[in-house]
């Protein structure tokens, strides 16, 4: 007999994810399966060509390669406001910066692509951008300003050297009134195609593991603390903060965000969210 596929589950290695995944084990799913944690860019490109079959990617990845991906319900990580770990800093305040060269990281393409919608169509300005390794202060010699997001804009925050800091989920909701989208959850539609049964039982434990995390976040604070650094105090406020839900307001948001990327020619085509669902063991409560 063949073994079977060994089912691979993407993990984005930035804290703001955790509450989903702290009690998310594939050792105790009843298939072979294995959990890979990297930044989004590597897990977007996984994602893409269908060599992680399901897990957490960037809004902008989902939207690129919506045609091969079809999004898990319920499960985001979103900000309807200002968002803690994506900031832009400059040394001139942000309606100011007009052709300003801005350094970008290359770790994730949402938030950049955000950054140059509200560049555009919120503040009028045309900067230039360059791809940089995400250290603030290589980035700041390279520019006049520089987008750092996850953990290397928090660390970043906490350091005050004097820079103006904005907050993309703040200036997004300033400028539209909705919430953003920065990641969701998705399962390669082949995957899904191929065993609807493995993919429901994921969904099924992401859903709970989100439950469990969000219902007592002690465990997931202490190990930003450890691993991170911090107070308990902050990252409790940066975790309620943030919305861990994909229901009307959330997909509200990231559609306006899709139409001004397809607008602007970020995106090649016009994306249409899809959910999966599924009709797995029709259980029937009498």
């Known amino acids: 007999m063949t073994q079977p596929e060994r089912t691979v589950i993407g993990k984005i290695s930035y804290t703001n994810s955790w509450p989903v995944y702290h009690h998310f084990h594939p050792s105790s799913l009843s298939f072979p399966a294995e959990m890979v944690s990297e930044v989004p860019a590597v897990l977007n490109r996984g994602m893409a060509a269908g060599d992680i079959h399901v897990g957490a990617l960037s809004s902008f990845a989902y939207a690129a390669a919506s045609d091969r991906l079809v999004l898990l319900p319920g499960l985001s990580v979103s900000a309807d406001g200002p968002v803690k770990s994506i900031f832009l800093f400059s040394k001139m305040p942000v309606h100011q910066i007009g052709n300003a060269r801005i350094a970008v990281t290359n770790t994730s393409a949402t938030s950049v692509n955000l950054l140059k919608i509200l560049m555009h169509k919120a503040i009028g300005a045309s900067p230039e951008y360059i791809s ?6 290589v980035m700041m010699n390279q520019g006049d300003a520089c987008l750092l997001i996850g953990d290397h804009a928090i660390r970043a925050s906490w350091q005050d050297q004097g820079y103006h800091v904005t907050d993309l989920g703040g200036l997004w909701k300033e400028w539209t009134g909705c919430s953003m989208t920065f990641a969701v959850w998705a399962v390669n ?13 994921i969904a099924e434990a992401f859903e709970l593991s989100k439950r469990r995390g969000l219902s007592n976040l002690g465990p997931v604070i202490q190990e930003a603390c450890c691993t991170i650094g911090g107070t308990t105090s902050y990252w409790n406020d940066y975790f309620r903060n943030l919305c861990y839900d994909f229901g009307e307001r959330q997909q509200e948001g990231l559609n306006l965000y899709f139409r001004y990327a397809y607008d602007m020619g970020l995106l090649p085509q016009e994306v249409k969210m899809e959910l999966w669902s599924h009709n797995l063991l029709t259980r029937v409560k009498e």
């Open 189 to 201: 539609r082949a995957a899904a195609a191929r065993n609807p049964e493995a993919i429901a039982e």
């Open 132 to 137: 940089a390794d995400p250290d603030l202060n």
